[in-house]
């Protein structure tokens, strides 16, 4: 059954291949790829060392990263005309570091090994943690599709829904701190 | 001496305040917001009731200049409500206050999920810059605060009580002053109204007025 909807959602891509709206099975295929990802997150095998600290850089790189494009999004989709250019940028730029965050949280990478925002609550649920990564990398490509798209009412739309997947996951897994 | 709109104003404010502390520290940011809002809604009702409220409350009957302050600490001052010095600490905790509601604002947390309502109408650097501040300022308005009990203990201690006219509005009568004037209810129902509607606008980002 996944087989065939990756089937038809490569199809589909191949034939969407330049035009702007993804289709829906495309959507329904990126999930299933968000989920492996994420579930790739906490299951993946413990690291230490100078791997583990390698992965808390990027990790703080790329949360950083994904931080300032939502900062400039929001003041972006706030203007009366916002500069669409600019939202696809943004929107490529978080989808992109969301699909590689499926690769920062393996264990040994928590608070008890150096200066992190990840509580190590992390792995102690790794379950619910996967399932709110998957959630936001799944908002964070509905949010391209809809930047790319251009439809501001979608953008508007999705923009909304991705900050809640941030915000949900913060409340329960981001610890303050401070530089 | 206290009319019943300035009473609520002083103890809602003052919980107000405790309850920002509480919420941000236990990172209930939205109640937080919420809280700063209110806040909001307090000070500006505050700042038209000192314009149209009673005798006690106006600004016009207790900011006094430095020759009325000299006065006063020569012990040649007889009144109801703020005393000239006790003015300047009124404007001082008002004015830290709004401070530091418009710091929390602007302000926006490092990964911009929890958001002052007009943080967006300010750079990301404008923003990082105010939640500093915004942290730092705290401990200025506990300044302020620690100063204004102290001050209320000092007079206690001196013999006059100044907690209890704070929760009944009453005190003994001084004689050879005129008692205070009283505004009208319904006035303070509409500047909370204004209050409110402003406060409102705020928090939804500030929009344009358009027609």
């Known amino acids: 059954m996944r087989r065939f909807a990756l089937m038809i959602a490569a199809t589909s891509v191949l034939i969407a291949c330049g035009s702007s709206r993804p289709s829906q099975a495309s959507n329904s295929a990126a999930n299933g790829a968000a989920n492996v990802a994420a579930s790739a997150a906490v299951a993946a095998a413990p690291v230490s060392g100078a791997k583990a600290a390698a992965i808390m850089h990027e990790r703080h790189e790329g949360m950083e990263a994904i931080g300032k494009a939502n900062k400039q999004l929001r003041r972006e989709l706030g203007a009366s005309a916002p500069d669409l250019a600019a939202v696809r940028a943004a929107a490529a730029k978080i989808a992109g570091l969301a699909a590689k965050s499926g690769g920062w949280f393996p264990a040994g990478t928590g608070p008890e090994v150096g200066k ?23 908002g964070s490509q509905a949010f391209d599709a809809a930047a790319r798209s251009g439809n501001l009412d979608a953008i508007h739309a999705r923009f909304t829904d991705l900050g809640g997947t941030c915000k949900s996951c913060h409340d329960k897994y981001r610890s303050e701190m401070h530089h | 001496m206290w009319d019943l709109p300035i009473r609520l104003f002083h103890w809602v404010l003052a919980g107000l305040i405790a309850f920002s502390w509480w919420s941000i520290e236990y990172h209930h940011g939205d109640w937080h917001i919420w ?13 038209l009731w000192g314009v149209v409220g009673s005798s006690t409350a106006r600004f016009s009957s207790f900011i006094r200049g430095p020759t009325a302050i000299r006065r006063y600490l020569g012990g040649d001052w007889r009144g109801i409500g703020h005393s000239p010095l006790g003015a300047l600490s009124v404007v001082a905790l008002l004015g830290a206050t709004a401070v530091q509601v418009g710091l929390g604002l602007v302000a926006e947390d490092e990964d911009g999920v929890m958001t002052g309502p007009l943080s967006r109408l300010v750079s990301i650097d404008t923003s ?26 000092f007079f206690r201690w001196r013999g006059k009580k100044l907690i209890a006219p704070m929760i009944t509005g009453k005190t003994a009568e001084e004689p050879g002053t005129a008692p205070m004037r009283p505004a009208k209810w319904w006035l303070a129902i509409v500047c909370l109204v204004i209050a409110i509607g402003i406060s409102r606008w705020v928090l939804a980002g500030a929009p344009p007025f358009s027609p």
Do not use: C, M
């Open chain 2, 128 to 153: 990082d810059a105010a939640r500093n501040l915004h942290e730092i300022w705290f401990y200025v308005l506990l300044a302020f605060i620690a100063l204004h009990v102290a001050a209320i203990l």
């Open chain 2, 35 to 47: 809280s700063g809002i209110a806040i909001l809604t307090l000070l500006l009702f505050r700042l």
């Open chain 1, 116 to 138: 992190t925002g990840a509580k190590p609550e992390i792995w102690q649920d790794p379950k619910d943690f996967a399932a709110k990564l998957a959630t936001f990398q799944r």
